[in-house]
C-alpha cells in the first residue's frame, strides 16, 4: 500500500523542521529530528520504500532506519496525517 499525506493539511518546512497542522482548526505540530525525517520521505511510497528513503537521507543501513520508520508512520497513520 502507497501512503500520502491527508489532504486537509497545512505544512511548512524549514531548515529541517517540519511545521504541520490539519486544517482548518489545527493544532500546529512541530516535527524534528527523526519524526522530520520520515515525514519527509514518506509520501507517495509503501512501508519498505519508506525505510530505503529514510536509510539513504541518513546515509545508514535499513535495519537502523527501520525503528523510527515503523514508529512514525504508525503514529502519522493513527494521527490521519498519513492513509493509504
Known amino acids: 500500500m502507497i501512503l500520502h499525506r491527508a489532504t486537509d493539511l497545512g505544512v511548512t518546512v ?3 523542521v ?5 486544517l ?3 493544532p500546529i505540530m512541530v516535527l524534528t529530528d527523526a519524526a522530520a525525517e520520515v515525514w ?8 519498505d520504500e519508506i ?3 529514510l536509510a539513504a537521507r541518513r546515509g545508514s543501513a535499513e535495519p537502523e532506519a527501520a525503528p ?7 503514529a ?7 492513509h493509504d
Do not use: I, M, N, S
Open 14 to 16: 524549514r531548515d529541517d
Open 18 to 22: 517540519v511545521y504541520l497542522a490539519p
Open 24 to 26: 482548518p482548526e489545527g
Open 40 to 47: 519527509l520521505v514518506a509520501d507517495g511510497a509503501p512501508r
Open 51 to 53: 525505510v530505503v528513503r
Open 68 to 74: 523510527d520508520a515503523e514508529r512514525y508512520l504508525k
Open 76 to 82: 502519522f497513520t493513527d494521527a490521519g496525517l498519513l
